[in-house]
Every structure is written in C-alpha cells, then in structure tokens.
C-alpha cells in the first residue's frame, strides 16, 4: 500500500504561482507513474499530469505550457509548478498513481487546496 501526502496550497492572486508537493510513503517502489488530479466544486476529478519513473510527462490541455510537474526519486516527492495560474484552477488537488485513463490504484490523500481569486 502507499499513502500520498499533499502540500502547498494556498490563495493566489489570477497570474501567480504555486508549488505543489505529493510525498509518497509505503511500498513506493511499486510506483510507475504518479499523477496529479484536480477537483473543482461541482465537478468531477480531473487529471492534469503524469510524469513515469523515466521521467516522461504528459499534461491536460487545460495546463499545458503553465504547469510543471517533477519528481525526486530519492525523496518519494512529486512536484507540480503552476504559473500563470487562473480563477478556473482554482480546486482541491491530489496525487496519486493511475491506473488507465480513469482509475487510481492507491486511497485517495486529503489533497491542497488551491484557490485563485480574480
């Protein structure tokens, strides 16, 4: 099992920046690719990046050219950089590992908030 901790959320004002971290703990060497999600009030999770083992990444084309996601294998840290950031990415974000286009294979963490006022 692996459990995910996310962090670094917070209020921004349209146009900033932000640092999200995912720490993974437990049996993460069974971990391939992690993904960040997001979760809109009233909407259903998205995906907005993945990044392999390899370190190959693919975005959401809602993200694409804003958002940077990373990790550092040493630590069991996935990162995602958000620029440009706008009202509409405003959400409760999560990692986790995906399973095919629409599934997880680990427990959901409680996610970071972030909201970006206009």
């Known amino acids: 099992q692996v459990q995910f901790v996310e962090s670094g959320g917070g209020l921004v004002p349209a146009g900033g920046s932000l640092r999200l971290s995912c720490a993974a703990s437990g049996s993460t060497r069974s971990i391939n690719a992690i993904g960040w999600y997001r979760q809109a009030p009233g909407k259903q999770r998205e995906l907005v990046a993945t990044?392999?083992?390899?370190?190959?990444?693919n975005y959401a084309d809602s993200v694409k050219g804003r958002f940077t996601i990373s990790r550092d294998n040493a630590k069991n840290t996935v990162y995602l950089q958000m620029n440009s950031l706008k009202p509409e990415d405003t959400a409760v974000y999560y990692c986790?590992?995906?399973?095919?286009?629409?599934?997880?294979?680990?427990?959901w963490g409680q996610g970071t908030q972030v909201t970006v006022s206009s």
């Open positions: 990044i392999t083992s390899g370190g190959s990444t």
């Open positions: 986790n590992a995906p399973l095919g286009n629409t599934l997880v294979l680990y427990q």
